[in-house]
């Protein structure tokens, strides 16, 4: 049984007609008489009583349309929705990023993917780089905005580089500053009491590789914050502590970036390496990537992937 045989059988009903429903159909009248006639064969009964002049619905027939109906609407439905998902008049997109990137790119980003694709419905999970990777293993997300580098034991990503952001030092406005100078250095942390971010953060493993790395390891006087908690605990006076300069320039803390090359990190756009993101998300992929909505984040903070850091 083929749709093109349920909608030729529907016209048919509804014109008690061969050749008016051929028209309709726009189709040639024995072409629709032969495929009535292959559904019945099918179906093992007539459809129609054909007399001269004079075509009826047989039992069969009237038990059919119904269900022939309900078949071809939602054989329509099916059309439409698809059509409406693939013009990007509906659709999902589930977006992971870092607390840092949610309130300062993805707003932004949102926003502009709003208004070109109201109908997209747009879910966002917030979370250190590790979690979000996870997300993308297990397919709870599409895509995610993640920091380099990804977990060498992860599940098998596709990313791109998206941008550089530069890392700053912020501490309480109303304590000493961290250094004289205007500028610090890493090892300039060395005995500076440290608020760190919990475990599964990118940052926080950036922070304690630059560390280390100088030769020391850093005064942790509260760890196991989130970005809001971290912000909190540095403007209670409890430590300093290692941020990306979109956070820092939204906190009101006291800000006092690396003396030059400096800290920075690396934000990428990842996905399942196995399966294709949605239309949706391949679309918030492309605005990423070329359509400039990082422009107005990214200016005067850090580069765009490709430019000298």
């Known amino acids: 049984m083929q749709l093109h045989q349920l909608r030729y059988f529907a016209a048919v009903a509804d014109t008690r007609h061969f050749t008016r429903a ?40 009237e038990a059919l349309l ?13 059309r439409r929705e698809v ?36 109908g997209v419905e747009l879910h966002i999970t917030e979370g250190g780089s590790q979690d979000l990777v996870r997300g993308l293993g297990v397919g709870e997300l599409d895509l995610a905005l993640v920091i380099d580098p990804l977990p060498a034991r992860g599940p098998a990503l596709t990313s791109r580089e998206l941008l550089r952001e530069d890392l700053v030092v912020v501490s309480a406005p109303s304590g000493p500053p961290p250094v004289a100078t ?21 940052l926080r493993e ?12 850093p005064r942790l006087a509260v760890e196991g914050g989130e970005m809001d908690a971290v912000l909190a605990l540095v ?3 409890l430590g300093v502590a290692v941020v990306p300069r979109m956070a820092a320039d939204r906190s009101g803390l006291r800000i006092t970036p690396f003396t030059a090359p400096g800290l920075h990190r ?13 239309r949706a998300a391949r679309e918030l992929q492309r605005l990423l990537h ?9 200016g005067g903070q850090g580069a765009r992937a490709g430019a000298v850091d």
């Open 83 to 118: 059509q409406e998902v693939a013009r990007l008049r509906r659709g999902r997109v589930r977006l992971g990023a870092t607390p840092s990137l949610c309130v300062g790119l993805v707003p932004r980003l949102l926003r502009t993917f709003h208004d070109r694709y109201p």
């Open 22 to 61: 051929a028209e309709r159909e726009h189709v040639a009248q024995p072409s629709l008489s032969q495929q009535i006639r292959a559904l019945e064969r099918e179906l093992g009964t007539e459809l129609f009583h054909r007399a001269r002049g004079h075509v009826a619905l047989t039992d069969a027939g």
């Open 182 to 202: 205007g500028r610090i250095t890493v090892p300039d942390l060395r005995g500076l009491p440290m608020v760190m971010f919990r475990h599964g953060y990118g």
């Open 290 to 298: 070329e359509d400039g909505a990082l422009d107005g984040e990214a």
């Open 206 to 217: 950036l922070t304690l590789g630059a560390c280390r790395s100088a030769g020391f390891e």
């Open 235 to 237: 403007g209670a006076g």
């Open 66 to 78: 119904p269900l022939a109906r309900r078949i071809l609407a939602d054989a329509d439905t099916a």
């Open 266 to 278: 690396t934000v990428s756009v990842a996905h399942r390496g196995d399966v294709s993101p949605p």
